[in-house]
T-cell receptor, first 115, second 112 residues
Framework: DTGVSQDPRHKITKRGQNVTFRCDPI?????LYWYRQTLGQGPEFLTY????????KSRLLSDRFSAERPKGSFSTLEIQRTEQGDSAMYLC?????????????FGPGTRLTVL | GENVEQHPSTLSVQEGDSAVIKCTYS??????FPWYKQELGKGPQLIID?????GEKKDQRIAVTLNKTAKHFSLHITETQPEDSAVYFC???????????FGKGTRLHILP
């Protein structure tokens, strides 16, 4: 499978706990994006990497959220002190440096439920 | 910033009929307009896109149109089939590396 993969697919946690999600982009894609999707809404941009550099962060990304892409390959998204409002689908996408336009390919997502 | 509006939120069509989903965007600098299909429990799948230098694009039963003057773009699905049932999102992007701004989605039901 050469698509974007995410792990875990589902995560249930109690309020106040920390969680970490992983995204593996399509091989050789240098751009990696994180989005959040709540029920009945479209995905909302959180942050974006080009190689290992984090280039943009949305105001949705509070200081409890941190994302890394240390070697320019896979990325992790950590949420500290989770709140019920963090319950959502967290989507990762990647795109290729050879593209002229912003074709982003999405993974299956990690569904987070905060109890 | 960019804002994408999508209508309708729900659409039911008889199998074999056509479905049309319409979107508007606010930022005239947007130059890339992808459409995504999302099935239950899955991530969005890119099904077709259109660039600002093109007015129309077709791929088998799917076509997209773009009116840059009016800042409108639409998705047309002809000869609908049961497997077309899903949530469809329109989106817009300004720059090559930039984030994509999504509409709120249209839930398409294909009736037997």
């Amino acid at each position: 499978d050469t698509g974007v993969s995410q792990d875990p697919r589902h995560k249930i946690t109690k309020r106040g706990q920390n969680v970490t999600f992983r995204c593996d982009p399509i091989s050789e894609h240098n751009r990696l994006y994180w989005y959040r999707q709540t029920l009945g809404q479209g995905p909302e941009f959180l942050t974006y990497f080009q190689n290992e550099a984090q280039l943009e962060k949305s105001r949705l990304l509070s200081d409890r959220f941190s994302a890394e892409r240390p070697k320019g390959s896979f990325s992790t998204l950590e949420i500290q002190r989770t709140e019920q409002g963090d319950s959502a689908m967290y989507l990762c996408a990647s795109s290729s440096p050879g593209q002229n336009y912003n074709e982003q390919f999405f993974g299956p997502g990690t569904r987070l439920t905060v109890l | 910033g960019e804002n994408v509006e999508q209508h309708p939120s729900t659409l039911s069509v008889q199998e074999g009929d056509s479905a049309v989903i319409k979107c508007t965007y606010s930022d005239s600098a947007s130059n890339y307009f992808p459409w995504y299909k999302q099935e239950l429990g899955k991530g969005p799948q890119l099904i077709i896109d259109i660039r600002s230098n093109v007015g129309e694009k077709k791929d088998q039963r799917i076509a997209v149109t773009l009116n840059k003057t009016a800042k409108h773009f639409s998705l047309h699905i002809t000869e609908t089939q049961p497997e077309d049932s899903a949530v469809y999102f329109c989106a817009a992007s300004i720059a090559r590396d930039d984030k994509i701004i999504f509409g709120k989605g249209t839930r398409l039901h294909i009736l037997p």
